[in-house]
């Protein structure tokens, strides 16, 4: 059977997330890797990595050996991190997957390690104040023997760059002594709290993929883009209602537009989202549904069933009209769309 045409499209511009990589690595001044984790936040981290290790990525973090062994050859030329660590039954995987790393987390990783995969390379993840993954500087003790590649921490504060926390966390790990070839403090946000928080290396994720990761953050280029279908128009005339709740109800004659998008798709529910035409921006109407959104088009010029609409998806834009996080709107993004990934 042929494919039934989806009814959004996902459109991922490859090509800003290295312009993106690229900003980000000359703003620190040193390398730039990239957090692919959770599937490239939800983009595809097979494409993402492939473009990006091309470019001259040379860094890959994801969160766990199964995301590393879906890479495959992908990563060929880069080094695949894996932020949560190695517990035993990773290990066939970590044989199997050469290029990858563990960044151990605690001292029985560091055993672990130590005695499955003797002089092979690793990270250490340091617990500076967020307490989620890491040893402990007491702990380092424990990592004595390893080949660590990258000493890291992770910030808890850095989006918002005038909180103290962010220069206890800079020093507590500016004072580590352990002995390593590369350090990394800094996330996305971190990347943008001055040179004293780059060290060797930069770990973005959110900006790459066009998230602002703070208010500073406004040199970054949208990379996900929505479109959705018109699947029908409509005519209202004064006082008909529109969608669950008949929370809209019309004051004068009003053009809708029903596109195939809804919240099962990732649009928020919140009020506020928008389509975009020819530079003009045009309301969503009533809720948000599960697999339709209402859009007023009175003011658009004429559109026909099977026309393409943009919904507004600049992720700062967004986050800040729904009340979502950048974050989750990109992982929220759903299953049903046709994804294209374009490439220049
Ligand atoms: C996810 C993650 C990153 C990337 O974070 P962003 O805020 O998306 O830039 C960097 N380092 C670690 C340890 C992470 O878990």
Known sequence: MPPSPAAARLTIDLHAIAANWRTLSARAGAPAGAAIKADAYGLGAVPIARYLVAQGCR???????????TLGDTADGAIVHVLHGIEAADLPTAKALPTAQPILDTAEQAALWHQAAPGRACDLMVDTGINRLGLAPADLSATQGLNVDILMSHLACADEPAHPHNARQREAFA???TPHRRRSLANSAGAYLGPDYVFDLIRPGLALYGGAPCPAATDLAQVARLHARILQLR???????VGYGATFIAICPTRLAIVGLGYADGLPRAAGAKALLDG???PVVG????DLTAIDVTDAPPL??????EIAFDLPTTAAASGR????????LGRRFQRRHLRA
């Open 287 to 290: 809720r948000v549904s599960m």
């Open 175 to 177: 004072a580590l002594g």
């Open 235 to 241: 005519q209202l005339t004064p006082g008909d209602p």
């Open 325 to 332: 996080s950048q974050y989750e709107l990109l992982t929220g």
């Open 59 to 69: 860094d890959l973090f994801v969160a766990t050996w199964a995301e590393a062994a």
């Open 304 to 309: 026909a069933v099977g026309d393409w609409l």
């Open 280 to 282: 003009r921006e045009y």
